[in-house]
């Protein structure tokens, strides 16, 4: 990839989006059969086109794991991540983007190995609360999963949590996903519109999130005894209250859906899987859970690999550049899928195995390693991705420690592909593992 200096100089054509034998341009049954499973559809054009294709009007499909990583770390400068789903509810994007990197910088300290001992002991007493409060009965894992991350990330990010924020997080977060997976967006400002309903419960979050800053800053720091993420936005000595309110939300909020589709597809594969509980058992059992658990890690990465819930992204182009020698320019789209780029078999070995060792006995070539973004990369990696594998690989050790879990009733693992890929339908049960 590389940024245009030129704006006289004529980028060069793109291959064209290729139906059938025509090589005609984007037609209806194209929309329809990208519908039915865009997947398929994308693996299918790569096939016909090679790995950048345009695809549509404005979009621009990579596929080559170095040219996503150009464009990952270009992020910011030549691309931007996107629009602001609620019409530009806050401010201008510039201001969005500033407070929002603002807000990243000052979290890191929050989110890092270092804040990591106190915010993982009560994410833990928190996991291992709500296993037990769900454990005996059949548990709809699409729908609870969520929840039982962000109550656990919650528990990371602030060592009191205020009664109301987890069930208004849910709604807000609930609702944000309604308007990214709507087909048909109706602005914010039209009343009754899902984004119209986003944005009530977006400000409603932010309500209980102003209160807890609030009282924070009477108390003083550290004033509620463990050092939490809202301490090290906080201490940021130029941050208001008002900025380290907007980036705890910005954090938190994606605390829910991402995270929780994650646990339900491990759910799925800690359920039909023989024999993988028992290894992880085996492993906690050795080495206790305050360490590090290399196999429950591995199982964790191997799932995101298997089932990245972003399983799509985009990067929205801001400046004339070009992509694997073709040129884009401001309005194009580039698109790129974590799915498609960790199942293919030009980087893995046996790409739709789910072998969690290949995390341990060998480290993934480079090209696999760039062909590995569940978290995304560069400048807007995923601002939680530490906090997410250690919260996955802590609820997969309590669960593999304490319970057996099972499959009831129906399933259909078939991905949902919205804006977060999930199983159409799992229902579990964790039942306490019998005393030997
Ligand atoms: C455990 C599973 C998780 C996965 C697979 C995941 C994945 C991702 C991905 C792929 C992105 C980037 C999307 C893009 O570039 O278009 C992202 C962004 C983000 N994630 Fe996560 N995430 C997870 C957990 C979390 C947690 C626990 C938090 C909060 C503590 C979090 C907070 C964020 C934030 C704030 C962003 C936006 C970053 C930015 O744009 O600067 N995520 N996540």
Known sequence: MAVVDSADEQPEQLIPWATGTSGAAWRASDAYAYEQDPVRFLSEAVGRCGDTFRFGRNAVFLGDPDEVHTVLTETGRAFHTGRDILDGFRSSPDEITALWMRGRRAGRAGLTARAASAGAHRMRERIRADLAALAGRPVDAVDQAPGLCSRAALAYCLAEVPDALPAR???????????????LPVPAWVPGSAAHRARASVRSLASVLTEAVEERRRGGEGGHGDPDLLDALLTDADASAQDARAALQMIITG??????????WLLAELATRKGLLGSIRAEAAARGMDGELPYATAVVK?????????????RDVALPAKVAGYGVGPGDQLIFSPYLLQRDA???????????????????????????????????ICAGYRLGLLQLTLAVALLATQYTVEI???VDLTPTYESVLAPRRLRVRWDPTPAR
């Not at 997080?169 to 087909?183: D, I, K, M």
């Open 169 to 183: 997080l849910a709604t807000a977060a609930v609702r944000l996903t309604g308007v990214l997976n709507a087909t």
């Open 255 to 264: 605390t829910h859906v991402v995270p929780g589709a994650a646990l339900t």
């Open 408 to 410: 009831v009733g129906d």
């Open 302 to 314: 191997e799932s995101l690999r298997l089932h990245p819930p972003v399983w799509l992204m985009t």
């Open 346 to 380: 030009r980087w893995w070995d046996d790409p739709d195995r789910f072998r969690p060792e290949r995390w341990l006995d060998e480290l993934p070539a480079r090209r696999a390693r760039r062909a590995y973004i569940p978290f995304s990369g560069g400048a807007r």
